[in-house]
C-alpha cells in the first residue's frame, strides 16, 4: 500500500469556516484520510494532516492551495509565525511502500502544477530543493511575504517554478519532501530549568549536537518539571532511544534523573519499533514480522 | 477494522497436495487474508495462519475443517505431536478491534457448527473453555486420538459439542480463543547450555517462574551460543521487556551478559510498542498515536 502524508500549513487559524472549506477540498478527493486539523489563532495559522495514495495527496494538495488562494488574502494576514503565502508549506512525507525519491519527484510535480495553473510562485524545499540553500525552509521564507514582493525579483530567490512575481493574494508557496519529524519531551526529575536549557543545548544540531535534533530547555509550570522539548527531524539518522539515553547521560552529569518521556502526535511505527530493537537487542528483525504492518502487505 | 487471527493445526505433514487443498479452503473465503503454511514432516502436522472479520474467519476455519475430515482419516495418522483429530486444534486470536470475549463467543459458535453440522466432537480449550481443567489443551487432548475412543464416553472427557463419539475418520476438534504467543529466543554470550537451562526454568511458570510463561535453554550448535528459547504466551500479563530483563538479571548471577535476542515468527505490534514505551518511560502514550495504526482506524 502506497501512503504519503501531507501536512500543509494555512496562513488563517481564526476563522474556522475558511479553515473547513479547506479541509473540505482535502476530504473531498476519494482514497484521502484525514488524520488531524489544528488552527492556532496568534500564530493564525492552521495545519491540516492527511494521508493517502501518491496520485490523491497530490490532486489533494493542489485543491486545497487552490482554495486557500481563493479564500485567504495576504496583503491582510497578520499573524506571529513566518510564512509567504495562503498555502505556506507543503510538505510530502514518505509513510509505506514510496521511498523520499518517490515524495521528492512528487513534490516537483506537485510545484510545477501549482506554478502553472494557479499562477503562485513554488519554492522547492528540503529533501526536493534543487539548490543546497534551499534545504533550509528558514532560507526560503527570509522576509516573509512582505519582504520577498521585492526579493523575488532578484536572481538568487526566482522561484523554481511558476511567476516571477508573488500571487497578488495567495503570495507564495514552500512545497517539499521530508522525513517524518516526531515531537519528544523528556521530563527530568528536576525544576532547574538551567539544567534542561543546558542538556537542551548539548544534543541540538545548532549548538553542535545531532544536526537533525532540535530542543530547548522549557519549564512546565503546572508541574514545577524542567522539560527537554525535542524534535526528532530524522529519526533514521538519530533514534528516539539514542536521543533518550543522550538526555539520560548529561542529566545524570548534574545528577539529575529521567522523570518519564512523552510523544506528541502522531508517528511512524518504524521509530518506535527501532527503540524496541535498541532495548532488547534484536537481531535480524524487520518489520514484515509485525502482524499489523504483515496485514497491510502483498 | 475488526481482525481476528486463526492458526489451525491439521494432522497432515507428509502430503503437500492435501495441505494445499485445506489451504484453498480458507483462501477461497472472501476477507481471507493468509500469512502463513508451513508443514513438519516428522510431527506429520500442518499449521496455517490467517486473518480477517470475524464471520469470514468463523467460515474458513469451519471449511478447513470440513475439507480436513474429507481428506485426512486419522486411523492411519502417524506422528510424534499429540493429536485428537484431522482438524486438530483451531484458536482464535484477537487481533485489532475484537476483545477476548470476541474472540470466545466466535469459538463456541465455530464448536457448536463444527459438532452439529459435520459430527464431528468438539472440546472449548483455554479462553472458551467451558470448565477450568478444559483451559489446558494439553488436558484435552490426553491419550490422544487413540485413547479418547474410549474415553470420550466418561463423563469427564464428554465433548462441548458434537456427538458422544469420535468422527470415524476426522477425530475430534479442540476449538479456543487465545492471546497471541510470541516466540522469542534470547542468546547469551556464552556457550555453557546449563546456565541456560537455570535461567529457562527461572522464568518459566512450570517451574515457579511466570505462570504466562514456558521456557528452555538450549544450545545453538553453529554458534556456539547457549540460549534461553522462550514462549511469551500473553505479552500483556509479562511483556518481552519483562522478560529481557529477568533474563540478563538471571544471567548476570552467573556472570554472563546478554548478546542479542531474536522475535521467531509475527508478533502483534503492541508487544513492541510496549517495549519501547517501557524503556523511554513513556507516559500518557497510546498506539492510536502510531500513524500506520492510526490508518486503520475511523
Same mark, same amino acid.
Given at each position: 500500500m502506497k501512503l504519503i502524508e501531507c501536512v500543509p500549513n494555512f496562513?488563517?487559524?481564526?476563522r474556522p469556516e475558511i479553515v473547513q472549506e479547506i479541509a473540505g477540498a482535502v476530504t473531498a478527493v476519494p482514497g484521502i484520510k484525514m488524520l488531524d486539523q489544528s488552527s492556532d489563532a496568534s500564530h493564525n495559522r492552521s495545519v491540516i494532516t492527511f494521508v493517502g495514495a501518491p496520485a490523491a495527496v497530490k490532486k489533494a494538495a493542489f485543491s486545497a492551495t487552490q482554495k486557500a488562494a481563493e479564500l485567504i488574502d495576504m496583503e491582510s494576514h497578520r499573524g506571529e509565525h513566518p510564512r509567504i503565502?495562503?498555502?505556506d508549506v507543503i510538505p510530502l512525507i514518505p509513510v509505506s511502500g514510496v521511498s523520499m525519491e518517490d515524495c521528492v519527484v512528487l513534490a516537483r510535480e506537485l510545484g510545477q502544477e501549482i506554478g502553472e495553473k494557479l499562477g503562485i510562485p513554488v519554492y522547492l524545499y528540503e529533501e526536493?530543493?534543487?539548490?543546497a540553500e534551499r534545504k533550509n525552509l528558514a532560507a526560503v521564507r527570509r522576509g516573509e511575504y512582505e519582504k520577498l514582493k521585492e526579493a523575488i525579483g532578484q536572481p538568487g530567490r526566482?522561484?523554481?517554478?511558476?511567476?516571477?512575481?508573488?500571487?497578488?493574494?495567495a503570495g507564495a508557496t514552500a512545497v517539499g519532501a521530508r522525513p517524518p519529524l516526531i515531537a519528544y519531551n523528556i521530563n527530568l526529575d528536576?525544576?532547574?530549568v538551567q539544567i534542561a536549557r543546558k542538556i537542551a543545548r548539548s544534543i541540538r #544540531?545548532?549548538?553542535? =549536537?545531532?544536526?537533525?535534533i532540535k530542543a530547548l530547555g522549557v519549564l512546565i509550570e503546572e508541574t514545577g518539571t524542567a522539560q527537554v522539548t525535542i524534535n526528532v527531524c530524522n529519526y533514521r539518522l538519530v533514534s528516539l532511544a539514542r536521543v533518550f539515553e543522550t538526555v539520560k547521560s548529561e542529566a545524570a552529569r548534574y545528577g539529575v534523573g529521567i522523570k518519564s518521556s512523552e510523544i506528541v502526535g502522531l508517528l511512524p511505527m518504524e521509530a518506535l519499533l527501532d527503540s524496541a530493537a535498541f532495548y532488547l537487542r534484536?537481531? #535480524?528483525?524487520?518489520? =514484515?514480522?509485525?502482524l499489523e504492518k504483515r496485514l497491510t502487505e502483498n
Open positions: 496562513s488563517e487559524g481564526r503565502g495562503a498555502a526536493a530543493a534543487l539548490t526566482h522561484p523554481d517554478f511558476g511567476p516571477l512575481r508573488l500571487h497578488p493574494t528536576s525544576s532547574d #544540531g545548532s549548538s553542535g =549536537g545531532y544536526p537533525s534484536l537481531q #535480524g528483525f524487520h518489520s =514484515g514480522q509485525v
